[in-house]
C-alpha cells in the first residue's frame, strides 16, 4: 500500500463538517465516494482535522492509503475536480512515507474568524455580522492572555474523545483587512468548537458584557458553561496546516 496527500479545499455551507457521521451529508463522505470511483478500490481518507457543519476550508489536507504505488497527479486532479461537486476542490496529490499523517504528522493549524464590518448582499455567507458595536482592542487585550495557558477545556464541546485538552497557542489577534475585522489563531492542536467558542467569549469582551479579567477567569474555571456562546461556524475558515519540511513539502500557495 502507497500513501499520498491531498490538498484541497472546500466551501462547509452544504456540510455537516468534515468527518463522516450517519443521516448527513460531509465532506468526508464525498471524498470517500469520488475517490473510490476514481481508484476503483475501497478508500477510506483521513483528514487533518475535523471542521465543525458550515465551517469552510481554504486549505485543507487529508490523506488515504491505495493499493497504487503511483498516481499521476495532473490526471487525478483533473478526474476528481471534474467529479466532485462545486463546492470541493483539490489542488495536489503528493506521495508521502507511510508513517507520515494528515493529522497526527501535522505541526500547526491556523484558523481565520470574519467579522463584516457593515451589510452587503454579498457578504453575509462568509462572514458574521454583529449588531452591536466591539471594542477591537479590548478583544485583542483578552486574547493576549490565551498565551497564558494550555487547558482549554472552557471552550471545548462537551463529551468528546479527547485524550486531552491542552493545547499551545502560537498566534491569537484581530486584525482590520480591508472591510473586515479577522481573527487569526494558530496553535498545534483544536479541541472541538474551541475556536468558535473563543471567538464567542471575545465578542462578549468586545461589547462590553465581560471584562478582560473575566475572560481569564473563564479559562482558568475550566468549564464550559462559563464561556460565551458559540460564534456561527460560517464566518471560520481553515487557512493554514504545517508539517515538518522533510516529511511534506506544500504544492499549492496557502491563501
Known amino acids: 500500500m502507497a500513501r499520498f496527500f491531498i490538498e484541497m479545499a472546500y466551501n462547509?455551507?452544504?456540510y455537516h463538517g468534515w468527518q463522516v457521521q450517519p443521516n448527513a451529508i460531509t465532506v468526508q463522505e464525498v471524498m470517500d465516494d469520488c475517490l473510490n470511483k476514481i481508484l476503483r478500490e475501497a478508500v477510506s481518507i483521513v483528514g487533518c482535522g475535523r471542521t465543525?457543519?458550515?465551517?469552510?476550508?481554504?486549505?485543507f489536507v487529508a490523506h488515504f492509503d491505495s493499493e497504487k504505488n503511483e498516481i499521476d497527479e495532473q490526471h487525478f486532479c483533473y478526474k476528481m475536480n471534474r467529479?466532485?461537486?462545486k463546492d470541493?476542490?483539490?489542488y495536489s496529490i503528493t506521495k508521502v512515507d507511510n508513517e507520515t499523517h494528515s493529522r497526527f504528522?501535522?505541526?500547526s493549524r491556523r484558523y481565520e474568524y470574519h467579522i463584516a464590518d457593515y451589510k452587503t448582499p454579498f457578504n453575509h455567507e462568509f462572514s458574521y455580522l454583529p449588531y452591536y458595536k466591539?471594542?477591537?482592542d479590548l478583544m485583542n487585550e483578552a486574547a493576549a492572555l490565551?498565551?497564558?495557558?494550555?487547558d482549554f477545556t472552557s471552550f471545548s464541546k462537551l463529551h468528546t474523545d479527547a485524550k486531552t485538552n491542552n493545547c499551545k497557542i502560537y498566534q491569537a489577534q484581530w486584525d482590520k483587512v480591508g472591510d473586515k475585522w479577522i481573527f487569526s489563531i494558530k496553535a498545534d492542536r483544536f479541541l472541538r468548537n474551541m475556536v468558535r467558542a473563543i471567538v464567542g467569549t471575545l465578542l462578549e469582551v468586545g461589547r462590553g458584557k465581560i471584562g478582560v479579567k473575566e475572560f481569564a477567569s473563564i479559562i482558568e474555571q475550566k468549564d464550559r458553561g462559563k464561556a460565551g456562546s458559540s460564534a456561527p461556524g460560517n464566518a471560520l475558515f481553515l487557512?493554514?496546516?504545517e508539517y515538518p519540511d522533510t516529511l511534506f513539502k506544500s504544492k499549492h500557495l496557502v491563501q
Do not use: M
Open 134 to 136: 466591539l471594542d477591537y
Open 239 to 241: 487557512v493554514d496546516v
Open 83 to 85: 467529479i466532485l461537486p
Open 12 to 14: 462547509g455551507k452544504n
Open 105 to 107: 504528522t501535522a505541526t
Open 52 to 59: 465543525d457543519t458550515a465551517v469552510h476550508a481554504s486549505y
Open 88 to 90: 470541493i476542490a483539490v
Open 146 to 150: 490565551l498565551f497564558n495557558y494550555i
